[in-house]
């Protein structure tokens, strides 16, 4: 039996241990990381012999009286975690479960939350993983021809990598450039994501990695991973002109590819659904991977 709890009904310690043993676990899933980015989130549980077999976590808002569920920013994918293998059958039962109080709802479910292709109110969406489990001289002959390129300009430009640097020089690097024309994210949201870093770096789920020249100390080019459940996870990245005429991501990600090399990692692009992107991410040999997002307004159409 699917029950709904309320946030302050959630037993932390039962959500975590349910997360830690999912056989489609991510680091979204925690209960800190969803602390942060969501704060006051609400769940639905399988609950068996008083432990949690199957979570969905609920991220509920309300705003000019209607309830909704929408999909919190810094999580790609949600959905429905178990230690067990999550049929389709056991999908559409957590959807049908979503309470008729939320009247629009627009979430995204996880790579393993399978439905069927003709399913009502259903989009696949991309994603980009590489398995890192191969020698780096064998993933490295994976990269496209665009990609191998890029990567011998960056290491002719003299790139150096700074483990450990501060977000907020990735932030500000992201702000004063791509995210000039992000309207959405404002300071709440970059501080939300200060705090989300603080938070993974304290409990070793996360690391953040810098670029620069060996003749200047300033970073150009940096990225936030998050790291959790053998898969590290490209969560954002900043860059400007000269990390962009340098090459100085695609020197980053390899050298990520290079450090992970050999060992049971997935690196894990988060996206896209850009084409540009796309291109680039699977010029490193990533594989694409879709999962699905969920969008009804008014009435659950899994009922």
């Not at 489609?24 to 006051?40: E, I, K």
């Not at 629009?104 to 393993?112: A, G, M, P, S």
């Not at 490209?234 to 400007?240: M, V």
């Given at each position: 039996m699917i029950q709904y709890l309320t946030h302050d009904q959630i037993d932390k310690n039962r959500w975590d241990a349910c997360v830690n043993q999912s056989?489609?676990?991510?680091?979204?899933?925690?209960?800190?990381?969803?602390?942060?980015?969501?704060?006051?989130w609400d769940a639905l549980v399988e609950v068996i012999d008083g432990n949690y077999l199957t979570i969905m976590p609920i991220t509920k808002k309300k705003k000019y009286g209607i309830n909704y569920l929408?999909?919190?920013?810094?999580?790609?994918q949600l959905g429905v975690y178990s230690s067990e293998q999550v049929?389709?059958?056991?999908?559409?039962?957590?959807?049908?479960?979503?309470?008729?109080?939320?009247?629009?709802?627009?979430?995204?479910?996880?790579?393993?939350?399978?439905?069927?292709k003709d399913s009502r109110n259903v989009d696949l969406h991309r994603n980009y993983l590489l398995d890192l489990n191969n020698s780096y001289d064998l993933l490295l002959s994976h990269y496209h021809k665009n990609t191998k390129r890029n990567l011998k300009k960056s290491l002719n430009s003299g790139l150096q990598l700074v483990k450990g640097v501060s977000l907020q020089n990735v932030i500000d690097l992201f702000r004063a450039n791509r995210g000039a024309s992000v309207k959405h994210w404002g300071d709440e949201e970059y501080a939300r994501l200060r705090h989300l870093t603080d938070v993974a770096i304290t409990s070793s789920n996360a690391f953040v990695y810098g670029v620069q020249k060996a003749d200047n100390k300033e970073i150009i080019c940096g990225a936030l991973f998050m790291k959790s459940h053998h898969r590290i996870?490209?969560?954002?990245?900043?860059?400007?002109?000269?990390?962009?005429?340098?090459?100085?991501?695609?020197?980053?990600?390899?050298?990520?590819?290079?450090e992970y090399a050999g060992q049971p990692y997935v690196l894990d692009f988060e996206g896209s659904d850009d084409d540009q992107l796309a291109r680039y991410y699977h010029g490193f040999g990533a594989q694409e991977v879709s999962y699905s997002g969920i969008r009804y307004h008014f009435c659950n159409p899994f009922v």
């Open positions: 056989v489609n676990g991510n680091v979204y899933a925690w209960s800190w990381y969803l602390d942060v980015v969501h704060p006051g929408c999909q919190p920013f810094f999580v790609q049929t389709e059958e056991k999908t559409m039962a957590f959807l049908r479960a979503i309470p008729r109080r939320y009247r629009l709802v627009e979430i995204r479910l996880n790579e393993k939350n399978l439905l069927s996870t490209f969560l954002f990245s900043g860059n400007n002109m000269e990390g962009r005429e340098a090459q100085a991501m695609t020197f980053l990600i390899d050298q990520v590819i290079r």
